[in-house]
Nanobody, 122 residues
């Protein structure tokens, strides 16, 4: 049974940093792509970053490029999103998802974890 659990969200000041985690179970992480999505109130869910756990290839949304880093620890079955230089517009519920294609498109993912809330104050 594929399971993903996001954690580590919280309140941070603008310019601050936060690392959120996605603990996975029920599948071999190296066989899947993992993505982080976020959804702010009134907005559509958008793909922020994705990683192929098999070869480490990554892709980022332009809005977070240079500030966010996605990484995978296959031994711990966990994927991380390191977020630096956070801005108020990064405030959202962040979700992790697992799929077979390394993409930031929602349609590429069938397995989703619950979200973790990140709030950036100005």
């Amino acid at each position: 049974d594929v399971q993903l659990q996001a954690s580590g969200g919280g309140l941070v000041h603008s310019g601050g940093s936060l690392r959120i985690s996605c603990a996975t179970s029920g599948f071999t992480l190296g066989d899947y792509a993992i993505a982080w999505f976020r959804q702010a109130p009134g907005n559509e869910r958008e793909g922020v970053a994705c990683i192929s756990s098999a070869d480490g290839s990554r892709d980022y949304a332009d809005s977070v490029k240079g500030r966010f880093t996605i990484s995978s620890d296959n031994d711990k079955n966990t994927v991380y999103l390191q977020m630096n230089d956070l801005k108020p517009e990064d405030t959202a519920v962040y979700y992790c998802a697992a799929g077979y294609t390394t993409t930031r498109q929602i349609g590429g993912y069938d397995n989703w974890g619950q979200g973790t809330l990140v709030t950036v104050s100005s």
